[in-house]
């Protein structure tokens, strides 16, 4: 079975610009969420969504973050403009919630590694 | 206040010897789950064992084992016979309670373990 799917894996891109990650869920899970992994502030969760629904983005650092989610498949995390503080590694995971037998256990895609210069 | 602290940056084992990585937890919510993911140098996320803080026996999962003491809100990862492949970073997480329909775990910052020859 296929793992969550993010892409690109690498990104390097200059001040200003804007930066696109993707990521697709473990089919048949219904939580999403966005990490971000720096050396200085560890992993911070930016954005989750249940049933496609944003649930909590009080992690998104300001305005110029934004996630969607059109479907159950597919979600975006948008960065515009970008600045050298955003490089990170951007994690995408995903999970089945804790109904029935499912511990919660978050199944995290390779990361995007993203680096503004 | 922290809601998961790992107070030890940094651990040396030495080959086949078992290790105890630290994590203390803060919650008021009576239902929670506890979790140890690994990150190894090439960055993946990888679950290890799952605690459920209604569980009454300690988690165990091959060589890991969880020594969950509820009442010291600790949940210490034990890796018995440590392998040289075991060298990675270590991170303890925590979902509380069912809040909105989500379920986000709240990293610490991770343990650095070093298996040496």
């Known amino acids: 079975d296929a793992g969550v799917i993010q892409s690109p894996r690498h990104e390097v891109t200059e001040m200003g610009q804007e930066v696109t990650l993707r990521c697709k869920p473990i089919?048949?899970?219904?939580?999403l969420f966005w990490y971000r992994q720096t050396m200085m502030r560890g992993l911070e969760l930016l954005i989750y969504f249940n049933n496609n629904v944003p649930i909590d983005d009080s992690g998104m650092p300001e305005d110029r973050f934004s996630a969607k989610m059109p479907n159950a498949s597919f979600s975006t995390l948008k960065i515009q403009p970008s600045e050298p503080r955003d490089s990170a590694v951007y994690f995408c995971?995903?999970?089945?919630?804790?109904?029935?037998?499912?511990?919660?256990?978050?199944?995290f895609g390779e990361g995007s590694r993203l680096t503004v210069l | 206040a922290q809601k998961i602290t790992q107070t030890q940056p940094g651990m040396f084992v030495q080959e086949k010897e078992a290790v105890t990585l630290d994590c203390t937890y803060d919650t008021s919510d009576p239902s929670y789950g506890l979790f140890w993911y690994k990150q190894p140098s090439s960055g993946e996320m990888i679950f290890l064992i799952y605690q459920g803080s209604y569980d009454q026996q300690n988690a165990t999962e091959g060589r890991y084992s969880l020594n969950f003491q509820k009442a010291r809100k600790s949940a210490n990862l034990v890796i018995s016979a440590s392998q040289l492949g075991d060298s990675a970073m270590y991170f303890c997480?925590?979902?509380?309670?069912?809040?909105?329909?989500?379920?986000?775990?709240?990293f610490g910052t991770g343990t650095q373990l070093k298996v040496e020859l």
């Open positions: 089919s048949g899970h219904n939580s």
């Open positions: 997480a925590m979902r509380e309670g069912w809040k909105g329909g989500g379920n986000k775990l709240t």
């Open positions: 995971a995903s999970s089945l919630g804790t109904s029935g037998l499912s511990t919660g256990e978050l199944f």
